[in-house]
């Protein structure tokens, strides 16, 4: 097991890492590129301090109240949405962190500790760790003001709380890494993830519901349910601190005991797999087995049946090509296949949330604003690709540029298969408002068309533009690698936001004057007018592509 | 008389102050199996990623068959076949959907496609593995399936950046004889290789670029012939050793590419520190 104390060769070795991470932000910035992805770093974090602070000050009053009022037990809650935030966050919010591989130090003459400690704590250097350290030292300051006695003793539960945080979350990141180095187990993976993802949207609206009808089955639930709670980290960690208030010292001491098993227990799990690593472990994609040597050269009678690509109608040969070879790609993304899905669990999830009377749907009477709610969601999901076109390429990017195919086409073939899976997303996403709330009215029909006719040329020429100059390369082997560059979230956060509050006002119009045509009129009006911008876009092109290659072509070629 | 497969004029490329390749003017007629040598660095895959429009130049002109690579580039583009550095393969095809793809790309039609990439995945002995992902593919038989790639649509030129690179000897030889059997069909190869001895057996011409400078062009006679009155004149460099060539001496690619680019060196330059 690694310590802490390290030789002085390890620390020369901890400071050459640090400086060639600095190094390597430095150079970073030499391009234009590289300054715009800083910018959005740094709005990031200003975002993320302010959360971080606020929080804690937050946190703070509400531990003093708890506290105070000899209420602890509630703060069982608050570390338990830290808990999950501190878990869940570096795995969906993977547009808004970096994460550092260290695997390739191994060349290195680096002992086994020293390695342990680079993968601890470079790895650590997150925003997930950086808000739940400040979270928790609010607890901590807002306890403590409460009751000047408990300043050592929760100080040292909520310390204990957040060193079991920190290895739980390497771990899983290591083991995560383990199970994705492999396609098949990546794919089963991500289904499984998302998966995770849905079930964690309907916990709030299925306990709403149940609890609105004061379920006899609730109690029952209950009494399952808080034992379990209380025997997991974040359940024990509040035990501690409970116990520690009501001056139980042995309660508060045994609680911390049971913390620092759980952390010693992660620190083994996660020992195992960086062992592994350190040894030598392989996590690339196994080669295949080279082709059976025959001993003949030439002579091909091409014996093997080869599947005749897709002709489709109205379409190049080209451009149906593009078309056949995105939609296989995405037919092997489990995950971003996911995805897609996702508008209709939003429906779901909407037709089972309780209203606010607790009686019927949360849309309540509004049951025809189901399919808009859809069919934005589905344009929504569909951004990652839109917005990084070219992501999946990876070294294919080289072959885009000596194809004999204008570059026009090729993005006109990328927009089309998005095209096609938006309307038949929208198709499914009215099927199934229908089903589950009532057949939407023509007119809400007609202007959620109109609408999504004017959104999804501006989000696909905007798409295009940065996709071409701010690539970023989707790593399906590396954890948390399969996202748009930190610039290219903001500007599409940006164009949702015009196209939501342009898109919104027609509404209110149509809606306030009790005719949504109008709306219709108006959203077909902006529909041109955004298709005009989207040709003018993809006229330029070329031009634009031909500019930027050697960027395209390097960052997605990168390792 | 034919337009030479590749001229160029004054080809410049500079990254910032970096002048990575200098006003170099290559001739390469058609038919020729043509090499493209130099040491690391020198400029080769920086040269063919502009010939293949990969790289746009900073100055010069680039005419491929006769036509402006700027201004015809997608007529270019339908003649040339290439195998790029770094493959450009996309890695969650199969091998046979990525053929079937390129082919049409390149115009060709379905069953055209279809039929020529079971005929290369034959070829290849890349037939047992047309099912398996591209990024499942060992790196030789990435190797095999770029070069299949490059050859589907039966291009008049054929650029290639290190094909032997990670291919076995059996799979070498199958190349070897398909690029020799492209040659006498009337096709050029362009091609940068390190391997000295590859380019010598296959090679009818050869180009070596040095520091971003052409620095001999011609067929192998020819060059032999230049470092050989090279070698007569009186010695410029005092310091570097074994430039003289004994009467009769028939040099190798090897001792050619080496007393062009300077390759030996002073002894107080090793490294007293290592081993």
Same mark, same amino acid.
């Given at each position: $097991? /690694?310590?802490l104390?390290?030789?002085?060769? /390890?620390r020369?070795?901890f400071?050459?890492?640090?400086?060639?991470r600095?190094?390597?932000?430095?150079?970073?910035l030499?391009?234009m590129?590289?300054?715009?992805?800083?910018?959005?770093?740094?709005?990031?974090?200003?975002?993320f301090a302010g959360g971080?602070?606020g929080?804690?000050?937050?946190?703070?009053?509400?531990?003093?109240?708890?506290?105070?009022?000899?209420?602890?037990e509630?703060?069982?809650?608050?570390?338990?949405?830290?808990?999950?935030?501190?878990?869940?966050f570096?795995v969906?919010?993977? !547009?808004? #962190?970096?994460?550092?591989?260290?695997?390739?130090l191994?060349?290195?003459?680096?002992?086994?500790?020293s390695?342990? $400690?680079?993968?601890?704590?470079?790895?650590s250097?997150? +925003?997930?760790t950086?808000?739940?350290?400040?979270?928790?030292?609010?607890i901590w300051?807002?306890?403590t003001i409460?009751?000047?006695?408990?300043?050592?003793?929760?100080?040292?539960?909520?310390?204990?709380?957040?060193l079991l945080?920190?290895?739980?979350?390497?771990?899983?990141?290591a083991?995560?890494?383990?199970?994705?180095?492999?396609?098949?187990?990546r794919?089963i993976?991500?289904?499984?993830?998302?998966?995770?993802?849905?079930?964690f949207?309907?916990?709030?609206?299925?306990?709403?519901?149940?609890l609105?009808?004061?379920?006899?089955?609730?109690?029952?639930?209950?009494?399952?349910?808080?034992?379990? =709670?209380?025997?997991?980290?974040?359940?024990?960690a509040?035990?501690?601190?409970?116990n520690f208030?009501?001056?139980?010292?042995?309660g508060?001491?045994?609680?911390?005991?049971?913390?620092c098993?759980?952390?010693?227990?992660?620190?083994?799990?996660?020992?195992?797999?960086?062992?592994a690593?350190?040894?030598? =472990?392989?996590?690339?994609?196994a080669?295949a087995?080279?082709?059976? +040597?025959?001993?003949?050269?030439?002579g091909t009678?091409?014996?093997? +049946?080869?599947?005749?690509?897709?002709?489709?109608?109205?379409i190049?040969?080209?451009?149906?090509?593009?078309?056949?070879?995105?939609?296989?790609?995405?037919?092997?993304s489990?995950?971003m296949?996911?995805?897609?899905?996702?508008?209709?669990?939003?429906?779901?999830?909407?037709?089972?949330?309780?209203?606010?009377?607790?009686?019927?749907?949360?849309?309540?009477?509004?049951?025809?604003?189901?399919?808009?709610?859809?069919?934005?969601y589905?344009?929504?999901m569909?951004?990652?690709?839109?917005?990084?076109?070219?992501g999946? =390429?990876?070294?294919?990017?080289?072959?885009?540029?000596?194809?004999?195919?204008?570059f026009?086409?090729?993005?006109?073939?990328?927009?089309?298969?998005? /095209?096609?899976?938006?309307?038949l997303?929208?198709?499914?996403?009215?099927?199934?408002?229908?089903?589950?709330?009532?057949? +939407?009215?023509?007119?809400?029909?007609? /202007?959620?068309?109109?609408?999504?006719?004017?959104?999804?040329?501006?989000?696909?020429?905007?798409?295009?533009?940065?996709?071409?100059? #701010?690539?970023?390369?989707?790593d399906?082997?590396?954890?948390?690698?399969?996202r748009?560059?930190?610039?290219?979230?903001? !500007?599409?956060?940006?164009?949702?936001?015009?196209?939501?509050?342009?898109?919104?006002?027609?509404?209110?119009?149509?809606?306030s004057?009790?005719?949504?045509?109008?709306?219709t009129a108006?959203?077909?009006?902006?529909?041109a007018?955004a298709?005009?911008?989207y040709?003018?876009?993809?006229?330029r092109?070329?031009r634009i !592509?031909?500019?930027?290659? =050697?960027?395209l072509? !390097?960052?997605l070629?990168?390792a | 008389?034919?337009a030479?497969?590749?001229?160029?004029e004054?080809?410049?490329?500079?990254?910032?102050?970096?002048?990575?390749?200098?006003?170099?003017?290559?001739?390469?007629?058609?038919?020729?199996?043509?090499?493209?040598?130099?040491?690391?660095?020198?400029?080769k895959?920086?040269?063919?990623?502009?010939?293949?429009?990969?790289?746009a130049?900073?100055?010069?002109?680039?005419e491929?068959?006769?036509?402006d690579?700027?201004?015809?580039?997608?007529?270019?583009?339908?003649?040339?076949?290439?195998v790029?550095?770094?493959?450009?393969?996309?890695?969650?095809?199969?091998?046979?959907?990525?053929?079937?793809?390129?082919?049409?790309?390149?115009?060709?039609?379905?069953?055209?496609?279809?039929?020529?990439?079971?005929?290369? *995945?034959?070829?290849?002995? *890349?037939?047992?593995?047309?099912?398996k992902?591209?990024?499942?593919?060992?790196?030789?038989?990435?190797?095999?399936?770029?070069l299949?790639?490059a050859?589907?649509?039966?291009?008049?030129?054929?650029?290639?950046?290190?094909p032997f690179?990670?291919?076995?000897?059996?799979?070498?030889?199958?190349?070897?004889?398909?690029?020799?059997?492209?040659?006498?069909?009337?096709?050029?190869?362009?091609?940068?290789?390190?391997?000295?001895?590859?380019?010598?057996?296959?090679?009818?011409?050869?180009?070596?670029?040095?520091?971003?400078? %052409?620095?001999?062009?011609?067929?192998?006679?020819? %060059?032999?012939?230049?470092?050989a009155?090279?070698?007569?004149?009186?010695?410029?460099?005092?310091?570097?050793?074994? *430039?003289?060539v004994?009467?009769?001496?028939?040099?190798?690619?090897?001792?050619?590419?080496?007393?062009?680019?300077?390759g030996?060196?002073?002894?107080?330059?090793?490294?007293?520190w290592?081993?």
């Open positions: $097991m /690694a310590g104390s390290l030789s002085a060769q /390890a020369t070795q400071a050459a890492i640090a400086r060639v600095w190094q390597i932000l430095f150079n970073s030499q391009t590129r590289g300054r715009l992805e800083m910018v959005s770093r740094l709005i990031v974090a200003f975002w971080g602070l929080g804690a000050a937050g946190l703070a009053v509400a531990s003093w109240y708890f506290f105070s009022h000899d209420q602890g509630w703060l069982a809650l608050i570390l338990w949405i830290i808990f999950l935030f501190w878990q869940l570096p969906v919010a993977t !547009a808004f #962190t970096e994460t550092f591989d260290s695997s390739n191994l060349r290195f003459p680096l002992t086994y500790r390695y342990f $400690m680079v993968r601890l704590v470079y790895g250097l997150d +925003p997930s950086a808000l739940g350290s400040l979270w928790l030292s609010g300051v807002g306890i409460a009751n000047k006695r408990l300043l050592i003793p929760t100080g040292l539960a909520l310390l204990v709380f957040a945080n920190i290895v739980l979350a390497r771990m899983i990141f083991w995560a890494e383990r199970w994705l180095a492999q396609r098949k187990t794919e993976m991500g289904i499984v993830f998302f998966l995770i993802i849905i079930s949207q309907f916990i709030g609206p299925i306990t709403g519901r149940l609105g009808r004061r379920h006899p089955n609730v109690t029952q639930f209950g009494r399952i349910i808080v034992p379990i =709670e209380r025997a997991l980290p974040p359940g024990v509040a035990s501690a601190l409970v208030s009501r001056s139980d010292a042995i508060g001491l045994t609680s911390l005991g049971v913390l098993v759980y952390a010693i227990a992660f620190l083994l799990l996660l020992n195992m797999r960086i062992r690593q350190y040894r030598g =472990e392989n996590l690339s994609e080669p087995a080279m082709g059976r +040597p025959r001993g003949v050269l030439g009678k091409g014996a093997i +049946p080869v599947r005749a690509a897709w002709n489709l109608p109205f190049s040969g080209p451009v149906a090509a593009i078309f056949e070879k995105e939609t296989r790609y995405l037919s092997r489990g995950p296949l996911f995805t897609l899905i996702m508008p209709l669990v939003i429906l779901l999830i909407f037709r089972v949330s309780p209203s606010k009377s607790g009686a019927g749907n949360l849309l309540g009477n509004a049951s025809n604003l189901a399919f808009p709610i859809g069919a934005a589905a344009l929504l569909l951004t990652n690709l839109i917005y990084n076109n070219f999946a =390429e990876g070294v294919g990017v080289q072959f885009l540029f000596v194809a004999p195919v204008r026009r086409e090729i993005v006109r073939a990328k927009n089309l298969v998005h /095209a096609t899976i938006l309307a997303e929208m198709l499914l996403v009215w099927i199934a408002a229908s089903i589950m709330y009532q057949p +939407p009215a023509l007119e809400y029909t007609a /202007a959620t068309i109109a609408a999504v006719l004017f959104a999804a040329p501006v989000n696909m020429a905007v798409g295009n533009l940065l996709s071409i100059y #701010t690539p970023k390369k989707f399906f082997g590396t954890f948390g690698r399969q748009a560059a930190t610039t290219t979230a903001f !500007a599409s956060l940006g164009v949702q936001a015009c196209v939501i509050a342009l898109g919104g006002a027609t509404f209110v119009v149509g809606y004057l009790h005719r949504l045509w109008i709306s108006l959203l077909l009006v902006l529909a007018i298709f005009i911008c040709n003018l876009v993809l006229n092109i070329d !592509a031909l500019n930027h290659r =050697e960027t072509i !390097a960052e070629s990168k | 008389m034919d030479p497969a590749i001229t160029t004054g080809l410049t490329r500079t990254f910032g102050q970096l002048v990575a390749v200098k006003d170099v003017n290559l001739r390469v007629a058609s038919g020729q199996f043509f090499g493209f040598l130099g040491p690391n660095g020198a400029g895959s920086t040269t063919i990623k502009m010939l293949t429009g990969l790289l130049p900073s100055a010069g002109r680039i491929i068959l006769g036509l690579l700027l201004q015809s580039s997608v007529e270019v583009k339908r003649q040339i076949g290439v790029p550095e770094g493959m450009a393969l996309f890695g969650r095809l199969t091998g046979a959907e990525y053929l079937n793809f390129v082919g049409r790309m390149y115009g060709l039609d379905s069953q055209t496609a279809a039929r020529r990439t079971a005929e290369l *995945l034959e070829f290849m002995q *890349l037939d047992d593995q047309s099912k992902l591209v990024t499942d593919y060992s790196h030789g038989m990435q190797k095999k399936l770029a299949a790639a050859v589907i649509h039966g291009p008049r030129i054929l650029f290639l950046d290190e690179e990670g291919v076995d000897a059996i799979a070498s030889g199958t190349l070897k004889a398909m690029l020799q059997r492209m040659i006498t069909r009337g096709a050029t190869i362009f091609l940068t290789s390190h391997v000295l001895e590859i380019v010598e057996r296959l090679c009818s011409h050869v180009a070596i670029i040095h520091r971003g400078e %052409l620095v001999a062009q011609g067929s192998l006679e020819e %060059l032999r012939a230049g470092v009155a090279q070698a007569a004149a009186p010695p410029q460099n005092s310091g570097t050793v074994g *430039l003289a004994a009467p009769g001496e028939k040099l190798t690619l090897e001792e050619i590419f080496l007393r062009i680019v300077g030996s060196r002073l002894a107080e330059q090793e490294l007293s290592l081993g």
